[in-house]
């Protein structure tokens, strides 16, 4: 299959999931990220607003106020890309351009991918070396570019949350393609296997 018809089966599968299913996923993905967490504080992690069948991060956020959480916007520039407001309990909501929830925050406020510790990324397919095939807008790809010229220092570091069944092997990628240094399922903590 080629990446178009990845995503529209894959897609379709995430959708499919039964709520009770979701919400079982949601807090087993709670868990592993509390425990893949467990000796970090004060970090600065971005997280998404679950759309269309992506697994819930709200039990995950609403548990880990103590650390800086933010939240993708969409920033229309002539590439779009996306910038990130922190979460507070002050936050004010509205849809994008996408209908998708995101904070109405001003661009001044917001950070640039680099400031970011982590960045959980949602997908819409994964494979075990770390490839990812997302939703087909290249949002996350032109805001994290700037990763492909760093050889040592990898920061944020990105952690792909999905459902156990949006595995799929050998996922087709490009040059410009970003992987995942992380991939946290309902059933486990992925190391990417590197292959060369």
């Known amino acids: 299959m080629n990446s178009q018809q990845i995503r529209k089966k894959y897609r379709q599968i995430r959708r499919i999931l039964p709520a009770v299913q979701q919400i079982k996923n949601a ?7 509390n425990h893949f967490f467990e000796f970090s504080s004060q970090l600065r992690i971005a997280a998404y607003s679950a759309v ?3 697994i819930s991060l709200n039990p995950w956020i609403a548990d880990n106020r103590k650390q800086h959480i933010y939240l993708p916007k969409l920033y229309e520039t002539i590439a779009p890309q996306l910038r990130f407001a922190e979460l507070t309990g002050n936050t004010q909501w509205k849809k994008n351009r996408f209908d998708i929830l995101e904070p109405d925050a001003n661009w001044s406020n917001c950070l640039h991918a680099r400031q970011l510790d982590i960045i959980l990324v949602p997908l819409v397919a994964f494979d075990r070396t770390g490839y990812r095939l997302g939703m087909g807008g290249g949002y996350y790809d ?3 570019a700037f990763r ?6 990898l920061k944020p570091r990105l952690i792909g949350i999905a459902h156990s069944c949006q595995e799929y092997p050998g996922l087709p990628h490009q040059d410009w393609d970003i992987p995942l240094d992380l991939i946290i399922t309902e059933n486990e903590i992925i190391t990417p ?3 060369k």
């Open 52 to 54: 269309q069948g992506e």
């Open 27 to 33: 807090r087993l993905i709670k868990k592993n990220l």
């Open 148 to 153: 492909r010229t760093r050889q040592k220092w």
């Open 193 to 195: 296997r590197i292959i």
């Open 142 to 144: 032109r805001s994290l």
